[in-house]
Nanobody
Framework: QVKLVESGGGSVQAGGSLRLSCVAS????????MAWFRQAPKKEREAVAS???????NYAESVKGRFTVSPDNAKNTLYLQMNRLNVEDTAIYYC??????????????????????WGQGTQVTVSS
């Protein structure tokens, strides 16, 4: 099981930026699939961005053009750069891993069932 620790959350005004980090106990961008999800109060967890072992990325429509997911192999870290934040981005953000992209063979990479390992989450609050 991969241990994931998120950081970088906080409070920001609308229009601002944050960069989330996810440090993994084991992470190889060339073999593993990773993603960021978020969950707002009283809402289901939803995918924000994913990246597969070939570096292909997917983004939720609501964040396209504003968020960027990127790996740092040397630091076993996955980042989520979030720009032009708005109130609707307020949520707990979770990092998720599918080591070896095993589940990705049968499950959409933007679905919660596509990941076996999860972090504890980091809170992002955007005020107007």
């Amino acid at each position: 099981q991969v241990k994931l620790v998120e950081s970088g959350g906080g409070s920001v005004q609308a229009g601002g930026s944050l960069r989330l980090s996810c440090v993994a106990s084991e992470y190889n961008p060339s073999t593993d699939c990773m993603a960021w999800f978020r969950q707002a109060p009283k809402k289901e967890r939803e995918a924000v961005a994913s990246i597969d072992k070939e570096g292909y990325t997917n983004y939720a429509e609501s964040v396209k053009g504003r968020f960027t997911v990127s790996p740092d192999n040397a630091k076993n870290t996955l980042y989520l750069q979030m720009n032009r934040l708005n109130v609707e981005d307020t949520a707990i953000y979770y990092c998720a891993a599918d080591p070896g992209c095993v589940l990705a063979a049968v499950v959409d990479r933007m679905h919660v069932m596509g990941y076996s390992d999860w972090g504890q989450g980091t809170q992002v609050t955007v005020s107007s």
